[in-house]
């Protein structure tokens, strides 16, 4: 059974840094890739990151370039969302992502998804 689990969400103030991390289990993970998208309440789910199997690909929403970075960790089967600078624009639930698929990680049509971990920035 495939798991995928968020974590490292919180009540950060604007300009502050957090880590999010999403685990995931029972696929192989070097195989596939990831990505993580937020939504906010009465907004649509937007992409955020997104990372190819290798690592060797990753892509940004306009919105968060310079800010955040993507990266995995095979050996923890973890993929990683650092963020920096933030603002109360980027309060949302994010939530992790996987599929065997770059694009339709890309696309948000990805076969597996997370519960989501809410981020949340106060001015």
């Known amino acids: 059974q495939v798991q995928v689990v968020e974590s490292g969400g919180g009540l950060v103030q604007a300009g502050g840094s957090l880590r999010l991390s999403c685990t995931v289990s029972?696929?192989?993970?070097?195989?596939?890739?990831m990505g993580w998208f937020r939504q906010s309440p009465g907004k649509e789910r937007e992409g955020v990151s997104c990372?190819?199997?290798?690592?060797?690909?990753?892509d940004y929403a306009d919105s968060v370039k310079g800010r955040f970075t993507i990266s995995k960790d095979p050996a923890k089967n973890t993929m990683y969302l650092q963020i920096h600078i933030l603002k109360p624009e980027d309060t949302a639930m994010y939530y992790c992502?996987?599929?065997?698929?770059?694009?339709?990680?890309?696309?948000?049509?990805?076969?597996?998804w997370g519960q989501g971990t809410q981020v949340t920035v106060s001015s």
């Open positions: 992502t996987t599929d065997r698929n770059y694009w339709a990680v890309v696309a948000g049509n990805s076969a597996y």
């Open positions: 029972g696929l192989p993970f070097d195989d596939y890739a």
């Open positions: 990372i190819s199997w290798s690592g060797a690909k990753t």
